[in-house]
């Protein structure tokens, strides 16, 4: 009986440490956690062309949307896994705008400032 109890003395041990390694590990952390993704880029420096991309993660659809302050330009819902369109902004005139991606709780915003430069060339001649 002595030695049955010798025996078991290691398999409790195993058990013991078992459980303290399964309680120790790390819960996922916010970090960890899979986010949205958004890329807005102007396609060329010299055109109002702005491309973007999101990678939706989550299970909940996201929404798209062209803010001008209060005023909303444009609305696209629905936007589940990855997602790509090119946006046409030459018609808008100067200002501030904002694209904000939606999905749950995480919102993501990019800012656009809109701004027109003109020069004006002035000569004169004596003749």
């Known amino acids: 009986m002595f030695?049955?109890?010798?025996?078991a003395v290691p398999v409790i041990a195993f058990l013991f440490i078992s459980a303290a390694a399964v309680a120790s590990k790390p819960e996922p952390t916010p970090a960890t956690t899979a986010h949205m993704q958004v890329s807005v880029r102007q396609m060329d420096p010299s055109s109002m062309k702005f491309r973007v991309a999101v990678f939706n993660p989550f299970n909940k659809p996201a929404?798209?949307?062209?803010?001008r302050g209060e005023d909303v330009l444009y609305v696209e819902g629905g936007v589940r896994?990855?997602?790509?369109?090119?946006?046409?902004?030459?018609?808008?005139?100067?200002?501030n705008y904002?694209?904000?991606?939606?999905?749950?709780?995480?919102?993501?915003?990019?800012?656009i400032n809109?701004?027109?430069?003109?020069?004006?060339?002035?000569?004169?001649?004596v003749n």
């Open 98 to 111: 904002q694209i904000k991606i939606t999905s749950g709780k995480e919102t993501i915003s990019k800012d």
């Open 63 to 67: 929404t798209i949307s062209i803010c």
């Open 81 to 95: 896994g990855e997602y790509q369109n090119l946006f046409n902004l030459e018609q808008l005139e100067d200002g």
């Open 3 to 7: 030695i049955q109890t010798i025996k």
């Open 114 to 125: 809109i701004h027109t430069e003109t020069t004006t060339d002035r000569e004169a001649r």
